[in-house]
Each structure stands twice: as structure tokens, then as C-alpha cells.
């Protein structure tokens, strides 16, 4: 079953259904200004994938978010956490709705749909076993890193550039190190970039997401 549909699950949203039942599930996130149709095209970096496809529900001067942000860099936290779990409820509901594994989902985010991906491993360990975090910020730091559950067997990636003016190199590290303590298995690439994506970023998805698919 595949389709586009309008408040169903709770999201506006994209599914596309793979050709072979038993298919692994790419979840794609847009960055800010974006929508459900922006990361399709991208969904071939995990060849054989259904593409599930949410459009964010905030809307900041007419741009679909992912959650709310008090300036550029500055999230609103409470917000950060609560459309984390709206988005793993609708990722829970929407598996058995398509009929997808969801054992076998894992993100593709840009921006804030990266730092949505990262929150939602934090907040709902599990809903997602990984992904790809293109030009990605740590959401929030947990309050008690002690008591949370663990991400191990989370497998990630953070795709960020060496120049990005919103992403500095210690906010990349910050994040890889949080993702780290709670067990998950994290790769850095940086890009010759700023924060716009180019082809060295595609190709490191591309390679990563192959990895993956033969532990699948």
C-alpha cells in the first residue's frame, strides 16, 4: 500500500511501498522550509526501502518544522521532546497500518530533520535503529543520562561540513559523544561544506546505508 495522506497517523505524509514484503523502512525528515516530497529523490540511498515521509507540523513564518526554536541554534526544548514522541507514535502506528517491519527503520534527516531523527533516538530508544544525520545539533541533553535507556545497536551517521556557520565542529562532537555514552555506533564525516549538503555527502550515505543493508 503506498499513497499520500492528509491527517491520517497524525502527519501529513508520503508512503511509498518497496516492490519486496519484508523490505527495511527509510524514514525521511526534511529541513526546515521543506515537506514531505523534499527527501524522495534521496530515498534510492538505501536501495529496495519503503520511504515513509512526514511533513513537519510547525510552522515558522510559513515553514513546516519539526519542532519549535527560540532563534537560530536556540531549540525549545519541552517542544524538542514532545513532537519527538508525536513522531515515534506515528512511526508505532503507521507500521502496522503499511504493513513494514518496524524493526528495520531507520532516519534520513537534513538539518532539523536530522536533529528531529536524533531526539527521536533519545526520547523513544528503539522506534528507529539508526541513521543518517545530515548537518545535525544535539536536540537537548537528557536529564538524567544515568537512567536512560541505552541506544545499543543504534547504528548512526553525522554528515556535517567543516564551514557550516549554524553547526560548529564542537556542536558535532558534543552530539556524537551523547550518542556515544548511550551505546550507540557513531561515524563522523565531515564535508568541504557549509551547511548545504553536496555529492561527498550522498556518497557517504550511499556507503553507510550499504554497510547496514548487509547486516539486514
Known amino acids: 500500500m503506498s499513497g499520500e495522506h492528509a491527517d491520517t497517523l497524525g502527519f501529513i505524509h508520503v508512503y511509498k511501498a518497496a516492490p519486496h514484503p519484508g523490505a527495511a523502512t527509510l524514514l525521511l525528515l526534511h529541513g526546515t522550509g521543506g515537506d514531505e516530497q523534499d527527501l524522495l529523490p534521496l530515498g534510492g540511498l538505501l536501495p529496495g526501502a519503503n520511504l515513509l515521509s512526514p511533513r513537519g507540523k510547525v510552522l515558522e513564518r510559513g515553514m513546516p518544522r519539526f519542532f519549535r526554536r527560540l532563534a537560530e541554534g536556540v531549540f525549545d ?95 558535532t562532537e558534543r552530539l556524537a559523544r551523547l550518542l556515544q555514552r548511550r551505546g550507540a555506533d557513531v561515524e563522523v564525516h565531515w564535508q568541504a561544506a557549509g551547511h548545504q549538503l553536496m555529492p561527498a555527502d550522498f556518497a557517504d550515505a550511499r556507503a553507510w546505508f550499504q554497510t547496514i543493508k548487509q547486516n539486514l
Open 77 to 171: 526544548v519541552e517542544d524538542v521532546k514532545r513532537r519527538a514522541h508525536e513522531l515515534a507514535d506515528f512511526v508505532a502506528a503507521a507500521a502496522p497500518h503499511y504493513g513494514f517491519d518496524p524493526s528495520r527503520v531507520f532516519a534520513l534527516g537534513f538539518s532539523n530533520g536530522a536533529n528531529i531523527a536524533s531526539a527521536l533516538m533519545l526520547a523513544r530508544p528503539g522506534v528507529i535503529q539508526g541513521g543518517v544525520l545530515l548537518r545535525a545539533m544535539v536536540p537537548f541533553e537528557p536529564d538524567d543520562d544515568a537512567a536512560a535507556q541505552p541506544l545499543d545497536g543504534t547504528r548512526v551517521l553525522i554528515s556535517n561540513g567543516e564551514q557550516d556557520p549554524i553547526v560548529p565542529a564542537a556542536e
